[in-house]
């Protein structure tokens, strides 16, 4: 539900490190001995070195560019997460709902069942449209269906208590915090 793929962030924040360590350790190179010391036996550095004005000009307008790049890709990811899970207007009147009521609901319908260990809710604007996802952490061996019944209901009650239907996408979990959870059992 974000704008971008976790993998290609990932790819862009290595690249950019790798960009920003060799830029390091060359700057640090030109100016401090202990560096060139270091880096004396692997690479031979010129021990002075004539670049034209102009070219350093065209050095830092690329780094610049590659600056602006970055930090417009890291304020555009991620997108879409908001707080708001409802809002309707009419006329010059706005009623809008926060996320902590659909947590609270949630919550609350799916407080009684057995099987499940926690929830999450979290609200997203896909398409212009406020959708809601809701997470839910199963019992190590827990019966899934027990929980998605009883998430639709939470869900009818969500839907009635807004007035209105929100797109849901229900996500089913079964992490270390279900199979370090307590089982209760009867003897």
Known sequence: MT???RTMNRIIL???GLVAVVAGLTIGAGVLPAV???IKPVVDLPTRLDVPASSLWIVAA???VVIVLALLWAFTRGGGGTSVAVR???GDD???VNVALVRDVVEHELAGVRDVVGSRVDTYLVRRERAARIRVAVRRGGDAVTVLD???RAVSVLDRTLGRQVPVLVHLTGGTRSALAKSTRVH
């Open 3 to 5: 704008k971008s793929n």
């Open 14 to 16: 290595f690249v950019l």
């Open 36 to 38: 060139q010391d270091a």
């Open 62 to 64: 690329a780094c610049l």
């Open 88 to 90: 309707e207007r009419s």
């Open 94 to 96: 706005a009623v809008t």
């Open 150 to 152: 009883a998430v639709d």
